[in-house]
């Protein structure tokens, strides 16, 4: 079956260090989402990807990146990590572009990120 | 500015019961409007949508109710089932529904209590 994971599940890491988490689905979907979901925030946007080579900056880019270099895969790099991204982060795919019942995300189980 | 509005952070409804969840939204560009579910440790799940064409969209026991001159919708449950029992999140987009445009509420969570 197609699906989407996330790795690592949960990381702990310290200020200043550069982050990374892995991204990766097997639906062959071209679009790929980047979130983070804080108390009292919901799901906020970071990153997007409408296919190989493409990024677009979402919500709350500040601070990280991304690169998709084929279409299974989109990591996030946090730069250099600070506290205020402390957060779960979700990954999620797309077949359309169009958000609807048949074009709809689907979503990994999220990374917990703490920054110490 | 919250473009998305979920103004209850909690709903409590007995099992059998509605469950009415409400989400107000201020962007008149929005035109298209889901509803996703989230389980504890699982990521979101698509639950139904709506377009601003419409003012009603059936699924099940899911309805969902779009109000374009109040900037409201709102999702019934009914039956609820124990197993409804997670965290629901609005979104809402322009530009014809694009999802790099999805904007999320802050999620209402629903108890439904056998």
């Known amino acids: 079956d197609a699906e989407i994971t996330q790795s690592p599940r949960h990381k702990i890491t310290e200020t200043g260090r550069q982050v990374t988490l892995a991204c990766h689905q097997t639906w062959n979907h071209n679009n790929m989402f980047w979130y983070r979901q804080d108390l009292g925030h919901g799901l906020r946007l970071i990153h997007y990807?409408?296919?190989?080579?493409?990024?677009n900056k979402g919500e709350v880019s500040d601070g990280y990146s991304v690169s998709r270099s084929n279409t299974e895969d989109l990591p996030l790099t946090l730069e250099s990590a600070a506290s205020s991204q402390t957060s779960v982060y979700f990954c999620a795919s797309s077949e359309s572009r169009l958000a609807g019942a048949r074009d709809t995300q689907y979503f990994g189980p999220g990374t917990r990120l703490t920054v110490l | 500015d919250q473009q998305v509005k979920q103004n209850s952070p909690s709903l409590s409804v007995q099992e059998g019961r509605i469950s009415i969840l409400n989400c107000d939204y201020t962007?008149?560009?929005?035109?298209?409007f889901l509803w996703y579910k989230k389980y504890p440790a699982e990521g979101p799940t698509f639950l139904i949508s709506i377009s601003s064409i419409k003012d009603k969209n059936e699924d099940g026991r899911f309805t969902v109710f779009l109000n374009k001159s109040a900037k409201h919708l709102s999702l019934h449950i009914v039956p609820s089932q124990p197993g409804d029992s997670a965290v629901y999140f609005c979104a809402a987009s322009s530009h014809g529904g694009s999802q790099g445009n999805l904007i999320f509420g802050k999620g209402t969570k629903l108890s439904v209590k056998p």
């Open positions: 990807s409408y296919g190989v080579q493409d990024t």
């Open positions: 962007n008149s560009m929005f035109d298209y």
